[in-house]
């Protein structure tokens, strides 16, 4: 049974075709040669960017909930929740503001699609380890030699 893995969407309009990639069988070592290496950098450069975009998301993360502590201080608890204001009712009420709460979820998103790209990038240079590992056997059965062993005659 062979898994239907999909397509990858960033959004952005670029779409990876993982079932491809991923379950092709790699006769000849030279298309997947062609083929992955250029996958790889593909994900090297979305990694980058999405990293970028957690790191953006983790500051504007860190002001919102800034910004609601301040708010809070200011007059907008006794407003709005019961009780005294201490600083841990304070804290509480910091991860109850809709801003924070959607920074939160920015946060979570990007920390997400981190983790999904770097397990892609394992994914595919292993694909390509175990193509060339492949081709390597295929060379050694079929000349009876170790293709890291040089003739005495090239030497």
């Known amino acids: 049974m062979r898994l239907k ?46 990293y970028e975009s957690k790191l953006d998301a983790k500051n504007k993360l860190k002001r919102a909930e800034a910004q609601a502590y301040f708010d809070l201080k200011r007059g907008d608890f006794k407003d709005t929740y019961p009780g005294s204001m201490t600083e841990k009712s304070l804290e509480h009420a910091v991860q109850l503001s809709k801003k924070v709460q959607q920074a939160q979820n920015d946060y979570v998103l990007y920390s997400g699609w981190v983790n999904r790209l770097r397990g892609l990038q ?9 193509i060339r590992s492949t081709e390597s056997t295929r060379r050694r059965l079929f000349t009876g030699k170790d293709p890291d062993e040089h003739d005495e005659e090239e030497d």
């Open 5 to 50: 893995l999909g397509k990858l969407n960033l959004g952005d309009g670029d779409t990876l075709d993982l079932d491809h990639y991923l379950s092709e069988d790699y006769d000849d070592i030279s298309v997947a040669s062609e083929e992955i290496p250029p996958v790889l950098e593909w994900l090297n450069d979305r990694l980058q960017q999405v």
């Open 122 to 130: 394992g994914s595919f240079s292993s694909k390509l380890d175990l």
